[in-house]
Nanobody, 122 residues
């Protein structure tokens, strides 16, 4: 499975960005696709995930109400709509995919895409 992330950039606080993650390869083995992020000097943290069949979304508390994850199964693509962005959302965002979803731990995701930088200026 290969994951191609896109959509990062620079935005002012309060603004919006939409990230995309396109999956290719053995996509039939994927149960969930999601996002992690890593700010400088910090751990890589779970942001959101969605199950591909049921479309059930899961969010970290820090982004609930501001971020929305969705999927387009026909395109094997997952989107992360990020609204009301804050400077603390600044990080490299990684698209991930796995054959299961339990609680959003890093070990649950077998496939990682390249990161895309999101920078929110104050």
């Amino acid at each position: 499975v290969q994951l191609q992330a896109s959509g990062g950039g620079l935005v002012q606080a309060g603004g919006s960005l939409r990230l995309s993650c396109a999956a290719s390869g053995r996509t039939f083995s994927i149960y969930a696709i999601g996002w992690f992020r890593q700010a400088p000097g910090k751990e890589r943290d779970f942001v959101a995930a969605i199950t591909l069949r049921a479309g059930s979304p899961y969010y970290a508390d820090s982004v609930k109400g501001r971020f929305t994850i969705s999927r387009d199964n026909a395109k094997n693509t997952v989107y992360l709509q990020m609204n009301s962005l804050k400077p603390e959302d600044t990080a490299v965002y990684y698209c991930v995919a796995g054959a299961q979803f339990i609680s959003g731990r890093r070990e649950e995701f077998d496939y990682w895409g390249q990161g895309t930088q999101v920078t929110v200026s104050s």
